[in-house]
Every structure is written in structure tokens, then in C-alpha cells.
């Protein structure tokens, strides 16, 4: 999937908008940072860059893929302000100044190979943020695996162009503390060509206990705010909760 820049921006584009709306509330809601400078770690395509300079924020995006990136840079010329982007990985990156939002949506922490990189990255994270700044964050959690969902359809069309996406996981190994995770992409161009694309890649797995004990190894961070994928910043959750799909509101200290 992430070698189909074009067809992955199309598909996950649907929720662009929402996922600005929601970003930007938390940051009103909860930011103690004035400015607007914001830092998307897995930038991917740059859907989420774009949109957010589009609405005034001044952007860079990382990213380890080549392929994305280069898609990213193609689509970063049509907008009068620029996005910096930069080829990195998770716990390796540096950019001058801070930032006063971060945001790293749609899981894309869990591709982390393990749990030197992800405190790694939230050190390097900690690090890049103004005091107040917030670090938005979503992964899946495995501590009820009965209600993980075992696939999920995407459908979007855009400029003659019709993708639907398949994702769908393997049961997580709780010891090596990883899920397999396959991907299908169904594209079909305006000419009636047809493709299709079958990719898969391993996430590393939370439980919600191992997931706080990799935060408290940040202390710079705070914990402010719960959430779900509905993107509702008026809906709110308590560690007590059992929750699936969470994002959590990290403030700089």
C-alpha cells in the first residue's frame, strides 16, 4: 500500500477535513502554546500538511518512505506557503525551532520496531516542542481483542479515479509484541483500467498498561485528554474506559 502514494492519498483523503477540524479544536482546547507551527511525524502523502497550511498553520512532515515523500513534494508545489519535509525515521530527526502541535494520526506509531525506538521517538518529540506544545497521538490497543475488528473498507473516488482499500489484521502475538497487517487496493482509472495491490507489514502492539508505562518514561509529557477515532473533541474517555481505538493528548510540560 505505501508504494501507491496516489491511491493511498485518494482513500484515506475522505477524512482529511475531520481530522484537521478535530486537531485543531484540541489544540484551541488544550494547547499552552500561541503559535502555529505543526510537526507531522509518518507524514505519508502530506494529505494532513496540506490542508493544515491551507488553513494557516506553518508545516513539516517526515517520512521514511521514499515513494510518499516524493508524492508529498509533487503535491507541496501547488501551495503558496511550502511544506518542509525531510526523509526520517521515528527516533532519528531534528528541525530548527519548536513546534507548538504535533500530530501522528491513523496509527501510524505502531510501525515502530520496538520499545527503544518509540521512547526514542517520544524523547526526540518532547524535545521539539514548545512548553505547552501538544503531541496528538492514535494507535490500536489489544487489551480486549474480541473487539478488534478483523477488517475495514475504504472507498473514495477522486479526478476519475476509484480506489477501495481492505485492511485487516492477524491475531497479535502478545509475546513478540506484534500484529501482522494486510492491505488490498482495488484501483480503477477513469480508462476502465483496473489494478489491484496486495501489501502487508507487521505493527508493534500495545496493551493500555504498556502503553502508560511508555508514556511515564517521558515525564516532560502530561497526559490531557482521551479521545476516540470518532474525532469528537467533546467526547471524552477515562483510562477506565475500554477502548479499542484511542488518542491521547500529550502537553509539553
Not at 20 to 47: K, M, N, W, Y
Amino acid at each position: 500500500m505505501y508504494d501507491r502514494p496516489e491511491a493511498y492519498d485518494i482513500v484515506f483523503d475522505i477524512d482529511t477535513e475531520a481530522e484537521c477540524d478535530f486537531l485543531e479544536a484540541i489544540h484551541r482546547r488544550h494547547g499552552g502554546s500561541s503559535g502555529r507551527r505543526v510537526l507531522e511525524p509518518a507524514c505519508g502523502t502530506g494529505r494532513l500538511l496540506r490542508a493544515l497550511t491551507r488553513r494557516g498553520w506553518e508545516t513539516t512532515g517526515f517520512d521514511h518512505s521514499e515513494g510518499m515523500l516524493g508524492y508529498a513534494r509533487e503535491t507541496n508545489r501547488s501551495l503558496a506557503e511550502p511544506i518542509h519535509l525531510e526523509k526520517a525515521r521515528f527516533d532519528a530527526f531534528a528541525f530548527e525551532g519548536r513546534f507548538d502541535l504535533a500530530h501522528c494520526l491513523i496509527s501510524s506509531i505502531q510501525h515502530v520496531k520496538s520499545e527503544e525506538e518509540a521512547a526514542g521517538h517520544l524523547r526526540l518529540m518532547a524535545d521539539h516542542l514548545e512548553s505547552g506544545g501538544l503531541y496528538v497521538l492514535a494507535l490500536h490497543l489489544v487489551d480486549r481483542p474480541e473487539l478488534i475488528v478483523e477488517s475495514e473498507t475504504f472507498h473514495a473516488e477522486r479526478d476519475g479515479v476509484s480506489v477501495t482499500c481492505v485492511l485487516g489484521g492477524e491475531e497479535p502475538d502478545p509475546v513478540n509484541r506484534r500484529q501482522r497487517i494486510h492491505a488490498r487496493l482495488h484501483v480503477e482509472k477513469a480508462d476502465g483500467a483496473r489494478q489491484r495491490h496486495e501489501s502487508s507489514w507487521w505493527f508493534r502492539t500495545w496493551t493500555l498498561e504498556q502503553f502508560m508505562s511508555l508514556l511515564a518514561g517521558e515525564p516532560r509529557f502530561e497526559l490531557v485528554a482521551l479521545h476516540d477515532y470518532g474525532l469528537d473533541p467533546d467526547l471524552h474517555y477515562e483510562l477506565e474506559d475500554d477502548l479499542v481505538d484511542l488518542i491521547v493528548v500529550l502537553r509539553r510540560r
